[in-house]
């Protein structure tokens, strides 16, 4: 019997890591609570464990290690990226350094860090008991933006106008602790890097569109960015300078920057691939699959790198402006083109709510935008998405 000379690595979670892992051919150990029967089936180890008990989780993976040892511990999920952190510090393997993860998983400390390092970030102010926002905003001026302290995606995050709204977000977010910061004006741009052996290289830049209301929630994407080849590299490496203070390596990011009158202000880091389909359009215009990106350079691979089979990207969120019952059609849609997660008849809310948001998503590559421009409105126009008052 031939000895199994696979590179190991451990994943905490992840169902497209695991495809990934399989297609690099690489010896998997998946962590998990529970571990999904159908990726148990997948994996060289399955691991069922609490993934809050960080020791429970370190004794179990050394174990393993000690009989087959594993030469990277990584996630690509928001919540478990500390606990991936933690483990691969504790076992001596590659992955993106602790500390880095802890900031990128905590707003006020990310922001302490980065400002430390001279890198501009929004005036804020924590409130470890929500009860302090009000005068937190009040110290600030307003507008000001009400965010957890963790998690991420815009349902943890509210535009702040009025004391009212202060009094709002607390009650919404609450009970937990917020950080309050001083609202950034200006357009905003989602970067996508990858960083490896402490050099960062950006991958793409898009525009990013967000909707009215208090959770400006996103409405779209845009490649090319629309800025020119010196703005675009006063981002790229405003963002590589960001990253180096945090101390980031041997991950990929997705940063979120707005540009201000007085140069880049940095909104948020998160240490993984863009979600939604950011990173299937980052894929198609770099030829750099983000997710494949992080499993390639936790296991100390070179990045790889296709042809890209696009030079443009519109990307729209489908919403709805008012409550109700969702309709549409899909007969003879450009279905590629299309991504919706509601069903016909189902209830929706506006973009301005705080509940609603996102139901779907068109996108649509070429290398003209007129051309984009004009298949979206077709599309648009096939699918005619409306919205009926919800009378039950």
């Not at 050394?62 to 928001?78: I, K, T």
């Not at 350094?97 to 400002?115: E, N």
């Not at 009158?261 to 691939?273: E, Q």
Request: glycine share 8%; with cysteine; proline share 6%.
């Amino acid at each position: 019997m031939n000895a199994d000379t696979r590179q190991s690595v451990a994943c905490v979670s992840g169902r497209r890591v695991i495809d990934v892992l399989n297609e690099l051919g690489v010896r998997s150990v998946l962590l998990d609570n529970p571990t999904p029967l159908d990726l148990a089936c997948q994996v060289a180890v399955p691991l069922d464990i609490d993934l809050d008990d960080w020791e429970a989780a370190e004794a179990a993976l050394r174990w393993l290690h000690a009989a087959r040892p594993l030469e990277a511990v990584f996630s690509v999920y928001d919540a478990h990226l500390p606990l991936a952190s933690y483990l691969a510090a504790r076992l001596g393997t590659r992955g993106l350094d602790l500390q880095a993860a802890l900031a990128c998983h905590d707003k006020i400390r990310m922001r302490m860090v980065l400002a430390s390092g001279g890198v501009r970030v929004p005036d804020y102010l924590p409130a470890a008991d929500p009860a302090d926002a009000f005068a937190a905003a009040q110290r600030l001026g307003l507008p000001v933006v009400v965010k957890k302290t963790t998690g991420s995606a815009g349902r943890g995050s509210m535009l702040c106008r009025s004391g009212q709204d202060v009094a709002r977000a607390v009650d919404v977010l609450g009970p937990t602790a917020l950080i309050v910061e001083r609202a950034v004006e200006g357009p905003e741009y989602a970067v996508q890097s990858i960083t490896s052996g402490g050099k960062t290289e950006v991958v793409s830049i898009l525009a990013q569109h967000v909707g009215p209301g208090p959770r400006q929630a996103e409405t779209g994407y845009d490649y090319p960015s629309g800025l020119t080849p010196a703005r675009e590299n006063e981002l790229a490496a405003f963002v590589g300078d960001a990253l180096a203070v945090l101390g980031f390596d041997h991950s990929v990011s997705h940063t979120q920057v707005r540009l201000t009158d007085d140069g880049p202000v940095l909104i948020n880091v998160a240490a993984r691939p863009p979600g939604g389909q950011l990173c299937a359009a980052t894929e198609r215009v770099s030829g750099i699959d983000l997710t494949r990106a992080a499993a390639e350079i936790a296991l100390g691979r070179t990045v790889t790198r296709s042809v890209p089979t696009a030079t443009r990207v519109l990307y729209r969120c489908v919403t709805f402006d008012r409550p109700g019952r969702a309709w549409y059609h899909i007969d003879g849609i450009d279905v590629p083109a299309v991504m919706l997660d509601v069903e016909p008849g189902d209830n929706v809310r506006s973009v301005d709510d705080l509940e609603g948001g996102s139901y779907g998503r068109i996108v649509v590559y070429g290398d003209e935008s007129a051309e984009l421009e004009s298949r979206y409105r077709a599309i648009l126009e096939s699918l005619g998405p409306r919205v009926e008052p919800d009378n039950q």
